[in-house]
């Protein structure tokens, strides 16, 4: 076996193989001398050590000798120190962790050959069994069969240095220094009673502004010591061959080619403010060493391999992002008031949450709930907020979900069942589907809508109901048109696919299919066609007054046709409705003045976005921030912040409330209210997105459909009762969770051999 690359994780791969596997032939190549590294600091978690001790004692006895341990985090904002404790860490320096490899190494009979570069990956390959790849972030050998792995690689926005102090930080830190060209951050923990890692980063146009672009190493050092001099006590800082670099995001299509395997850097990078990186390449370790070990042949244990481990990194990789972009939008969250600031830096990556924080430390946790305004014993989530004259009773909003149980546009029966359930199960807010303003505005024959007297009625049905058996619930409609996305068949039948017949003509901003070669070519909207629409969305939007809906959202997002004006991939048109983003925004920003004329002033309006299209060319972050800042100027109460659907090649980066740093970006940037959507799927996510000032409102969906009585539930796992989670009277009696055995069965006290 041949190991390229001597770091971490290439050589406890080859402990790990040459101790299960006494009579192999190992051999790691690293180019540099034993004792020259990178950084200074490694941080390894509770579950990766668990998993050394288990797999090689000596290691993991090695590594328990030289840990630094600590709890806290200490956050510094504007001169304001906060602590959150029982966070749990434990770091060694990496010089020491590499020595500690190298004597295992050495002990088991590996070969190691330093200052040696390896030979090429495919020379290799021809001679050994087995090549682990573990050459780092710019691996010679990913880039050398780069057509096999296939990798991507996205550089980010800002710089960082790795520096070190002489002295033992007390915690690790995170300290912010505002100065003339912009915010810096410190990342500082110990990693020895007498010596800490110090990161350094910024935007790169702050690195630039400051003048690091054109310093030297030692200049670069030295400046960022002045900077952080209080962090630091004034003492100095050291480098060691530091540069600025910028953080590159490495992903691979494939991990493994022919009898070669890409480990830890050189198969995947995760930003170092989640100190995942030395945590993922023994993680890699571990897991192909075992895999070689269970599986019956190299390709079995290689797929084996990446089978188990795509998963783990894939989900550290998305926490990783939400960090790294948490920094790049630093600037934008230092006006937040201390405590809320401290709560958001520390849940940014979702993986520490609102009930994890409160475990971790209570005290500080109550103490972020009282600036937020909680009551005693009340979650964030259950405290009322305000739109114009409507007061919701709590911070959940039952997400808008087509349907497609509508005849003719009439929502029936199962309408009134749908959404009078999810009223009943203690929402503050219930959505309606997308409702059409007219037949050749509905996505499918499906779709209900509210452009004749019979739908107006069915729909006051709803809201009677509602209203009625669910007093405190607030009920909205959300009005849009299906543009090029429209005549097309029931979700279930074919989603996105056009009807075998009974097909309506299309309008859109631009005469652009959805598919090319499967849905119908729209025609553009020509200034009478325009006057039309606009006409067709105020006379829903009279109507939805009359049935008494609560709230109305104007739906331009996802594609459908207001959304087809804002994007550049959908609108080319060369008016005045198409070119500059003002001349998009002219036509959407018609349509809801025209709404905001009909619809009562004391009533709230919403509008929904895509905040990207997650394709090339498409909405950006920013064009968003001025989307919503175009609409809250019309008189919009709140911004609803969705993403894509607007392109069928687009690629969204899914996973937990993935959608939510577009809401969080939109509700900083410019102090509106804010609904988030996108997979928040639990109770903690909605308390910690508000706690973080992430967002205003949460809409879900999918929790809905899985249980209609999801906000009442929430509130019993919470232990509340307040009035903002009232029970309706007739099932009050199912307000407590029904046992699920027998409890009551005597604890063991003995055991008798």
Known sequence: MAVIGGGPGGLYAAALLKRLGPERDITVWERNAPDDTFGFGVVLSDETLGGIEHADPVIYRALQDEFVRWDDIDIVHRGRTLTSGGHGFAALGRRRLLEILHGRCESLGVRLRFRTPAPPAAELAAAYDLVIAADGVHSLTREAHADTFAPHVTPHRCRYIWLAADFAFDAFRFEIAETEHGAMQLHGYPYAPDASTVIVEMREEVWRAAGFDTADEQEST??????????????????????????????NDRWSHGNTVLLGDAAHTAHFSIGSGTKLAVEDALALAACVEEQPDLPAALAAYETERRPVVESTQRAAAASLRWFEELAGYLDQPPRQFAFNLLTRSRRVTHD?????????????????GCPPGTPPMFTPFSLRGLTLRNRVVVSPMDMYSAVDGVPGDFHLVHLGARALGGAG????????????????????????????????????????????????????????????????EGIDQPLDEGNWPLAAASPLP??????????????????????????????????GFDLLELHCAHGYLLSGFLSPLTNRRTDAYGGSLENRLRFPLEVFDTMRG??????????????????????????????????????????????????????????????????????????????????????????????????????????HLYDPHWTLHAAADQDYAGAAALWPDPYRAGSRKPPTGRTDAPKPRLTLS
Request: glycine residues 10%; proline residues 5%; contains cysteine.
């Open 356 to 372: 994890n924080l409160r475990l971790r430390d209570p005290a500080f946790t109550d103490a972020v709930e009282r600036d937020f």
């Open 598 to 703: 009909v619809w009562p002033d004391d009533r709230p309006m919403t509008v929904r976005i895509s905040a990207t299209d997650w394709a090339r060319g498409g909405t950006t972050a920013e064009d968003a921030i001025e989307i919503a800042r175009a609409f809250a100027s019309h008189g919009a109460d709140a911004i609803d912040v969705s993403t894509g659907q607007v392109v069928p090649d687009e690629q969204p980066e899914y996973g937990r409330s993935y959608q939510t740093p577009y809401a969080d970006r939109i509700r900083n940037a410019l102090g509106i209210p804010v609904i988030a959507v996108g997979a928040i799927s639990s109770w903690d996510d909605v308390n910690s997105l508000l706690l973080a000032g992430r967002a205003d409102l949460c809409a879900l969906a999918r929790p």
């Open 222 to 251: 030295d400046l960022c010591a002045k900077i952080f001099a209080e962090a630091l006590g004034g003492r100095a800082l050291r480098s060691n061959s530091s540069s600025w670099v910028a953080f590159r995001t490495v992903v």
């Open 514 to 547: 959805y598919r090319p070669g499967v849905n119908q070519v729209p025609h553009a909207l020509d200034r009478a066609g325009l006057t039309g629409i606009r006409e067709q969305f105020a006379a829903a939007t009279g109507r939805a007054a009359h049935c």
């Open 429 to 492: 807010l219930v959505m309606t589907e997308m409702v059409c303003v007219s037949a050749e505005g509905r996505i499918t024959p499906g779709c209900t809508g509210l452009y004749t007297p019979e739908q107006g009625a069915a729909w006051r049905r709803v809201t009677d109901f509602v209203h009625h058996h669910s007093p405190g619930t607030a009920i909205g409609v959300q009005l849009g048109h299906s543009g090029r996305k429209g005549s097309t068949k029931l979700m279930w």
